[in-house]
């Protein structure tokens, strides 16, 4: 029998929980060249998402998503469902990207970029702003209630509470016209949905930035569980060299470290600084989020006691091992090839995307039809499809099926710019030249633009032949 069924675990004292209660991280505001750098991407990416809905372009929102009307709208560019091939494409460009850098850097995107990072920058600041410095809110929150802590912790859920509900109005913004819809607001006359979104998203921001801050990067990002299969000992990481800092020990500020001590004093505002409460002098953890304010934390205790900078920095494993760093290697290679092409392609795809589509739906409550002359007849739903800035003129024709004539209720058809026209067409053939089922293309041609046409299948019914017994 197992040792393990020999000596059973012992089992939890009576009333003792078997869960850690989370211990708010109160993280250190540092000063330092990643600071404004993270500083300047928080301002740069909050300032794109909070005007870019103001912009205006050619008379309309510059940027907005108008499900109800099946169109996206993207400054100059008007995109149609029929497009949802140049989202995909999007969208593996995003995850190759990911991919790329961090294979190159790390963590890049969350220290500087992801919506998480960002917003809960903010929100730190403004709890900063209302209750003071790191040492300041610890001494408030142990502090007994009274009508000055009330007075800045009420401030504190205000501003959050603003600003979280501001960004779910933005947010609703990008769907639903943000002029029209300000005014709607102020008049309490907003619809069900929109109010509802509104709340929802203000509701994620303030959860996730207020509160939930790190424990959204540490247990409910799934991009935390799976980075280290990108890593590998060429990764650019925020790395503590251990052979610079062991064994740690103070010493006089302005003096070289005592003799067999290494440069870290152990003053831990590394680890006070960290956003997410990890100690980087235990090695590369998935809790860091690379926003390196480990790095400013450290470097500027350095710049105190007189030791260079770089203690804490940027760095590859092979390179802490003292072996050959090399950026630029096969894996590096095969991201950034693909990465091009990918880019390359759809900027192709875009520069040469068509300016109108059409799409064929045969009638299914009547296969077809013998006309009185002997003429066999299909109707046809047919939707145009004007992508384009300019109204056009649309005519049609079946290719593929002989002596096929096609009669509608307006042989030619003018689509104003970014609409659609649904009409329906009656494509007939003589009798007796097509017998069962055959698939032809009908094609749409715009009279002033000759040189472009687009085309689409469809399925011709006629009687079967008869077989004589």
């Known amino acids: 029998m197992s040792a393990a069924l020999d000596h059973p675990a012992p089992q939890a004292a009576a009333g003792a929980s078997l869960y850690a209660a989370h211990q708010k991280v109160y993280a250190r505001e540092v000063q330092g060249r990643f600071a404004r750098l993270r500083a300047l991407a928080v301002w740069a990416l909050l300032g794109l998402f909070y005007a870019l809905p103001w912009v205006r372009w050619n008379g309309r929102q510059a940027v907005l998503f108008d499900l109800p009307a099946r169109k996206f709208y993207l400054f100059g560019l008007t995109l149609f469902p029929q497009d ?25 995107w969350c220290g500087y ?9 903010i929100f730190v600041w403004m709890e900063r702003l209302t209750e003071g410095n790191r040492s ?9 209630w ?25 947010f609703v913004g990008y769907f639903s016209a943000i002029v029209p819809l300000s005014g709607r607001l102020v008049r309490l006359d907003v619809s069900f949905w929109e109010g509802f979104w509104m709340l929802f998203y203000g509701f994620a921001t303030y959860g996730n930035a207020g509160f939930l801050r790190e424990q959204v990067c540490k247990y409910m990002c799934p991009y935390a569980r799976f980075q280290s299969a990108m890593f590998d000992k060429q990764t650019l990481v925020i790395s503590y060299d251990e052979a610079r800092g062991e064994p740690r020990g103070p010493h006089r500020s302005g003096m070289p470290a005592p003799k067999g001590q290494g440069d870290c004093i152990d003053c831990t505002l590394c680890v006070q600084a960290c956003p997410t409460g990890i100690d980087i002098r235990h090695g590369l953890q998935y809790e860091c989020i690379a926003c390196a304010a480990c790095i400013d934390a450290c470097d500027s205790v350095m710049d105190r006691i007189g030791s260079p900078p770089g203690l804490v920095r940027y760095a590859t494993l092979a390179g802490l091992e003292g072996k050959p760093t090399r950026l630029l290697r096969p894996r590096i290679a095969i991201y950034a090839i693909i990465l091009g092409s990918l880019l390359t392609g759809f900027a192709y795809a875009l520069a040469h995307r068509m300016p109108f589509d059409l799409d064929v739906l045969r009638d299914r409550n009547t296969l077809f039809r013998e006309l009185d002359d002997g003429r066999i007849e299909n109707v046809y739903s047919v939707r145009v ?8 003129t649309f005519r049609l024709r079946a290719i593929g099926l002989p002596d096929a004539q096609i009669d509608s209720d307006a042989p030619a058809q003018r689509v104003p710019a970014e609409e659609v026209r649904t009409l329906v067409i009656r494509v007939r053939i003589p009798g007796g030249e097509q017998r069962g089922g055959r698939t032809f293309r009908i094609a749409l041609e715009a009279l002033d633009r ?17 077989e004589n017994p």
């Open 113 to 121: 970029a992801c919506p998480q990072t960002v917003w809960t920058e």
């Open 450 to 466: 000759p040189d472009l046409t687009v085309t689409s299948s469809a399925r011709f019914l006629a009687p079967q032949t008869q």
């Open 385 to 392: 499809i004007n992508k384009d800035q300019h109204p056009h």
């Open 84 to 108: 949802f091939y140049l989202l995909t494409w999007l969208l593996t460009i995003a995850a190759l990207s990911l991919f790329f850098f961090t294979a190159l850097a790390g963590r890049l």
């Open 136 to 144: 300041q809110q610890m001494k408030l929150d142990h502090a007994p």
């Open 146 to 170: 009274s009508l000055a802590k009330l007075a800045r912790k009420g401030t504190k859920q205000l501003l959050w509470m603003s600003f979280a509900l501001f960004t779910g109005i933005t």
